[in-house]
């Protein structure tokens, strides 16, 4: 079975701080995809990362996939109360079944 | 565009019931995924339909169903409802994209007593 392990669970930070959540496997990616999800919405996409040390920023976001495709990270600067949420990485599978797998997600609260 | 839409947005029913969950996706997305999130377990993965055929399975028991039609709308069915089946039961439509990038509706709250 695949997993994806996000850490930290929990985050809670005040604005202006920098932070990191990290998404592990052991399994390999075909891509990787980060979303967020605001209470009582559906998680929505940020960013895909395809190609094995890939980074791509989105404004303060900043999204890298590993080199072996098993893993990525998501850093945050100078994070604002609006960055509220709940961030899920999945991986995308591939192949004949190509799901995706979504991690354990990483709920983040910036006070301000 | 429209985005992904579901109904109801809240449920509750009794232990043994049965339920029809809707959802409507993005005008020309084909596929249709369904999701359950739960604190405990996270999202976890039902199934994927596309042009009105069961694409993909999550590990769910059969209690567990969907089907697809014809204008790519998509319903979801549990019957004889458990307790543990209480869950924000997400939709997602995806337009095709090499990554499997999904659209996500704003869910359906099931509460089960």
């Known amino acids: 079975t695949q997993l994806l392990e996000q850490s930290p669970q929990f985050l809670s930070i005040q604005e202006g701080e920098n932070l990191t959540v990290y998404c592990n496997s052991s399994s390999v990616f075909s891509s990787l995809q980060w979303y967020r999800q605001e209470p009582g919405e559906g998680p929505v996409l940020l960013v895909t990362?395809?190609?094995?040390?890939e980074v791509k920023k989105l404004k303060r976001l900043t999204f890298q996939f590993g080199d072996a495709r098993k893993d990525s990270s998501l850093h945050i600067t100078a994070a604002q109360p609006g960055d509220t949420g709940l961030y899920l990485c999945a991986g995308q599978t591939g192949g004949a079944t190509n799901k995706l797998i979504f991690g354990t997600g990483t709920l983040l609260a910036v006070q301000p | 565009k429209a985005g992904v839409t579901q109904t109801p947005r809240y449920l509750i029913k009794t232990r043994g019931q049965q339920v029809t969950l809707s959802c409507s996706p993005i005008?020309?997305?084909?596929?249709v995924s369904w999701y359950q999130q739960t604190p405990g377990q996270g999202l976890q993965f039902l199934f994927e339909y596309f042009s009105e055929t069961q694409r993909n399975k999550g590990n769910f028991p059969g209690r567990f169903s969907g089907r697809q039609f014809s204008n790519s709308r998509s319903e979801m069915n549990v019957s004889t409802l458990e307790l543990g089946d209480s869950a924000l039961y997400l939709c997602a439509s995806s337009g095709g994209s090499s990554y499997n990038e999904q659209f996500f509706g704003p869910g359906t709250r099931l509460t089960v007593l």
């Open positions: 990362v395809v190609t094995g040390g």
């Open positions: 005008s020309g997305h084909r596929s």
